[in-house]
């Protein structure tokens, strides 16, 4: 049980200390504040060494003149040792980690910045790692959120892993020691917010006694630097504040929400902010009262800013009552219809929040063309954790390469390099903020996730918002290293599985741009490729007996290709140049067009289910290979998952073959699909 929940912060011994032995034994904080993320990082590095070496490491609070561990921010490090070289190279929540003189050397921007080098180093010295090293590490970009879709009554929007560490009955919830561990792991991987309530809000959080249990809640937060933000219902003045509106222009609404704004500073000085979904699956919005998503965005951001807060506004809007039976309709093309008009109308603390697809969380999407078509505001990446699409975590699903790919896209705007992550990081655009959000949506269960395994995505999370340039292979063999061992074939085993875990997943859901095949009306889970079409939600596959596929064209579909940048439009625009793994995303073909790979693409729908299901089996095989090399526990419980994904992906397989062929009639070659 200690080693799942401890996850990668198991801080277990590893077998050569090399040349730590002669490893400074005491800790100096400059400039600690109580309770501070430099405290913090003066317990972690006695709690790690401890473990690590099995040595004890005092904690001073001023020099000694012994060698020591130095940690604390710049400006203190520079009070006691003089000026320092690599200063003027941090950023904020960047660090300075040197283990090659005397002392070690930890020195952060900020206080939090101390505290993520402590993980580094700890993080280096878990794996046996103790080369020299001086380096700075600074943040690819300001906000590292994760975002927790919690409700008041516990339960967990979209959440796989038990009930809430949050709320429960309605209020917060009256036991909070699990959140310290929590808030150590989010900080260890360099997260620096977390909102913890569901987007889809419910107003009584703001009631006077959830206010003050939010103060609560921040406190547990604090010390690791991981500031508080809160979703809010757009309709909050109505439903708890008893006016009779909630139109974001009237001066009642107005000074309601900086009233309601003042007592929740007064509880949680340092709230990092607002998260809004507004105008979306039903949530209340200013289009009610014909105002502008950026009148309600600006609402909020002119309230949060005198206490320096920020306002993440979700891009997640569209109509799910479109009708199916017009052609042009997509909601692909909702993000950039909606937000296109309103760039450079929102203020500089807002910041808009886009899901890395223009749908929702699918197992293949393109980048949101949001990302290239928003120049003069603040942007995000909104990420899943929680596997919502993606098997909740009872099929293994990898998500660095995923994510990866989609920040490594270079969409082109104004033909000039613009990759999703330089967009996000505020760069290519020269914004002031902008960064990254993870929906999390970690649960009561001793594990966090649900899985074990799946906690490398949470790890993995962290890391590419703290440098998307890391490839997600080595982040995962770290993860790896730190939670469970590094017995080279326990690394090999879990590497191969993982890494292999998206194709195969792609392969037995839905292949080619098709969109995860799950069902989609209610629990998005398991085979239902049915429920996609001739409904308001729009995530159509058009699938009839000779053809399958949406038309995003711009000379005879929905137009979607054409929100991006010139040389991207053209390429989608045309099935020679859509990659395959798009295709169906882009085009409306018949099941017999013939691939890049040379296969048609019902052929390759039979194959890749036979293919990815078959994979999944071995998962099993592979697994049970570490018997004896995983604690029992965590050994029994990922076999458990392993088996029943294989099972699982069966059903998969034979469920979507069988529905193609029906539809289709067209026979498998291999003569394994239909009724022979
Ligand atoms: C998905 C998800 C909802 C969630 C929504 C959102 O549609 O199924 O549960 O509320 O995304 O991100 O707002």
Redesign the pocket.
């Known amino acids: 049980a200690e080693d799942g929940y401890r996850a990668w912060l198991r801080y277990a011994p590893v077998a050569s200390s090399g040349n730590y032995s002669s490893l400074p034994s005491s800790i100096v904080l400059l400039n600690a504040t109580r309770n501070g993320p430099v405290s913090t990082a003066g317990r972690e590095l006695q709690q790690g060494i401890r473990g690590i070496l099995g040595k004890r490491v005092d904690i001073n609070e001023t020099a000694t003149g012994s060698p020591a561990i130095i940690v604390g921010t710049a400006e203190a490090y520079k009070l006691v040792y003089g000026d320092f070289e690599e200063e003027g190279e941090l950023e904020e929540d960047g660090y300075y980690l040197s283990t090659e003189g005397r002392d070690i050397v930890i020195v952060g921007q900020n206080q939090r910045g101390a505290l993520y080098g402590a993980f580094d180093f700890l993080r280096r010295i878990g794996q046996g790692n103790f080369a020299p090293t001086s380096h700075v590490s600074n943040p690819h970009a300001p906000i590292r959120w994760s975002n927790e879709?919690d409700n008041l009554d516990g339960t967990i929007?979209?959440g796989y892993a038990g009930t809430s560490l949050f709320f429960q009955d309605g209020h917060r919830a009256t036991n909070l020691f699990r959140l310290t561990d929590y808030a150590r792991l989010l900080a260890s991987v360099g997260i620096n917010g977390i909102v913890i309530n569901?987007?889809?809000a419910n107003a009584s959080l703001l009631s006077p006694e959830n206010i003050q249990g939010l103060g609560s809640i921040a406190n547990t937060f604090r010390p690791y630097g991981v500031r508080l933000g809160i979703s809010l219902n757009f309709a909050s003045p109505q439903i708890i504040g008893g006016l009779n509106t909630f139109d974001p222009l009237d001066p009642k609404v107005i000074s309601w929400w900086s009233n309601i704004t003042d007592a929740l500073y007064a509880s949680v000085p340092d709230l990092a902010g607002y998260l809004v979904?507004a105008n979306?699956?039903g949530?209340p919005g200013p289009l009610t009262y014909n105002r502008t998503l950026a009148d309600g965005a600006n609402l909020f951001a002119k309230a949060v800013k005198p206490h320096g807060g920020i306002v993440m506004f979700?891009a997640?809007v569209y109509d799910h009552h479109i009708s199916p039976d017009n052609w042009k309709n997509d909601r692909a093309n909702a993000a950039v219809d909606f937000f296109k008009p309103l760039d450079g109308k929102f203020d500089d603390n807002v910041v808009v929040q886009i899901?890395y697809g223009p749908i929702?969380?699918q197992v293949r999407e393109p980048p949101s063309p949001l990302f290239s078509t928003l120049r003069k505001t603040n942007v995000a990446i909104?990420l899943q954790i929680t596997q919502?699409y993606l098997g909740h975590q009872d099929h293994l699903v990898y998500l660095g390469p995923l994510w990866k790919e989609i920040l490594e896209y270079d969409l082109r705007a104004d033909d000039r390099p613009s990759k999703v992550k330089d967009i996000v990081s505020s760069e290519r655009f020269g914004r002031p903020l902008g960064g990254f959000a993870g929906?999390v949506n970690v649960g009561s269960e001793n594990n966090w996730l649900g899985s074990h395994l799946a906690m490398s995505n949470l790890y993995a999370y962290g890391m590419l918002a703290w440098n998307p340039s890391l490839e997600p292979q080595d982040i995962l063999q770290d993860w790896i290293r730190l939670t469970f061992s590094s017995d080279p074939k326990v690394i090999d085993v879990i590497t191969e599985m993982s890494m292999k875990s998206w194709p195969v997943y792609e392969n037995y859901t839905g292949n080619l741009g098709i969109q995860t095949l799950t069902d989609i009306l209610y629990t998005?889970y398991g085979p239902n490729p049915a429920s996609q079409d001739n409904n308001g939600w729009g995530q159509w596959t058009r699938a009839n007996k000779h053809t399958i596929g949406m038309d995003r064209t711009v000379k005879n579909g929905t137009g979607n290709a054409g929100q991006y940048p010139p040389q991207i439009a053209s390429q989608f625009e045309n099935i020679e140049t859509t990659p395959d793994n798009l295709l169906l995303w882009f085009h409306h073909v018949p099941y017999t067009q013939v691939l890049k790979s040379g296969k048609t693409v019902i052929q390759h729908f039979y194959d890749a289910h036979y293919e990815g299901a078959a994979v999944a089996q071995t998962f099993v095989k592979l697994w049970e290979s570490l018997k004896g090399k995983v604690d029992k526990e965590r050994y029994e419980e990922v076999l458990f998952k392993q088996v029943y994904q294989a099972g699982h992906a069966l059903v998969w397989r034979d469920s979507i073959n069988q529905f193609y062929y029906n539809l289709s009639e067209i026979p498998d070659q291999a003569k394994r699909v239909g009724n022979h």
Request: hydrophobic fraction near 25%; glycine fraction near 0%; charged fraction near 45%.
């Open positions: 879709w929007e979209r569901n987007v889809n979904k979306s699956e949530q979700r997640f899901k929702d969380f909104e919502e929906v998005h």
